[in-house]
């Protein structure tokens, strides 16, 4: 009889139900879990803007420590969560099939983007939801909201003030929250943060047996091509939470063919600068998807991404990480 494999996950509801969607799959091809709940930087810090918080890891890093002290055997993250670049002795085993990756516009009632007035309020936790509002409405005052997409939800409803938030629609949908989408923002308005709508397992880097588990049982060869790509231009651009950069990927193609459509864009804080560049290119393997974002990360820095991305850099105020 195989272990039971100790699976770690955030106590917030979204990251339970993702850990507990993983779960799913492996008991389902035959694998027993038992799930392990880990609060992190970001859960301790919940009162802080993601921006001021200062590290990269804000929701992963304890986690992290739970694998490499063996605590746990894996670990399910928001893809968009994670740093582009796994700490030494960690390794992404495999990566959900995504979910809708577009952001969403949230009222207390339903309301769609051109029905939003002028001057209105919307509160989002994001730096480059922000930027990308104000790039397009910089009539827009753009306010901080942070906690968990149910906290968010009733601050909304609790504040008559303000007219919207903007959450991942992903987010929402797993939830059960889909009936408060008053629309899933285009791409042309909002690209999504890399790897948004995606889960990610993380593991023991070297442990083949439970790598090969969670790959037979998990992982989407589709989406894990579509967010290498992204990923890469995120990382290439040296890119967090503290930067507004986002990216969407899909392939297309015939089978045997595929290739990757790349869309990148890189806004200013106040929106007065956007950098927007894309590509396609064929990608038979992750390795390839990524070099097709890390050429699209240069076409963007000489656009003239990179000013951009050092301003912003520049103004993410930082705060201590201690406990409130």
């Known amino acids: 009889m ?3 494999l100790r699976l770690g996950t955030r106590g917030s509801p979204l990251a339970l139900w993702q850990a507990r969607r993983i779960q799913a799959l492996l008991e389902r091809a035959g ?9 992190t930087t970001g859960d301790i810090l919940a009162h802080l803007p993601l921006a001021r918080i200062g590290t990269e890891a804000l929701f992963t890093a ?17 893809l968009k969560d994670l740093p582009t670049t796994s700490p030494p002795g960690i390794e992404i085993a495999a ?3 995504r979910e809708d990756p577009r952001d969403a516009l949230v009222g207390r009632g339903p309301v ?7 001057g209105a309020t919307i509160a989002t936790s994001s730096l480059r939801r922000r930027a990308e509002l104000l790039r397009a409405r910089p009539d827009l005052d753009v306010v901080e909201i942070r906690g968990n997409v149910d906290s968010r939800l009733a601050k909304l409803d609790a504040t008559p003030s303000w007219t919207a938030t903007v959450l991942a629609t992903a987010g929402l949908l797993r939830l059960g929250f889909g009936d408060r989408i008053g629309e899933r923002l285009p791409f042309d308005l909002m690209l999504p943060a890399p790897g948004q709508g995606a889960l990610a397992v993380n593991i023991r880097a ?14 989407h060869v589709p989406t894990a091509l579509c967010v290498a790509a992204e990923r890469a231009v995120l990382g290439r651009l040296e890119g967090g939470c503290q930067v507004p950069v986002g990216a969407f990927a899909r392939v297309v193609g015939e089978a045997g063919a595929a290739e990757i459509e790349l869309t990148a864009r890189v806004v200013s804080l106040d929106g007065g600068e956007a950098v927007e560049r894309s590509a396609t290119a064929p990608a ?3 390795a390839a998807a990524a070099r097709v974002g890390e050429d699209l990360a240069a076409a963007l820095r000489q656009a003239g991404a990179e000013p ?13 990480v201690t406990e409130p």
Not at 31 to 39: C, P, S
Not at 64 to 78: F, G
Not at 206 to 219: I, S
């Open 31 to 39: 694998t027993r879990t038992e799930l392990v709940t880990i609060r």
């Open 95 to 97: 990566v959900s099939e």
């Open 112 to 118: 769609r983007w051109d029905e939003v007035p002028r």
């Open 284 to 286: 038979l393997d992750e």
């Open 2 to 4: 195989s272990p039971t």
């Open 308 to 320: 951009i991305l050092e301003r912003a850099r520049a103004a993410a105020p930082r705060a201590e």
């Open 62 to 78: 304890q986690l992290d420590e739970a694998l490499l002290a063996e605590r746990i055997d894996l670990a399910v993250h928001s």
């Open 206 to 219: 070297g442990d083949l047996a439970t790598t090969a588990v969670v790959r037979a049982a998990v992982h």
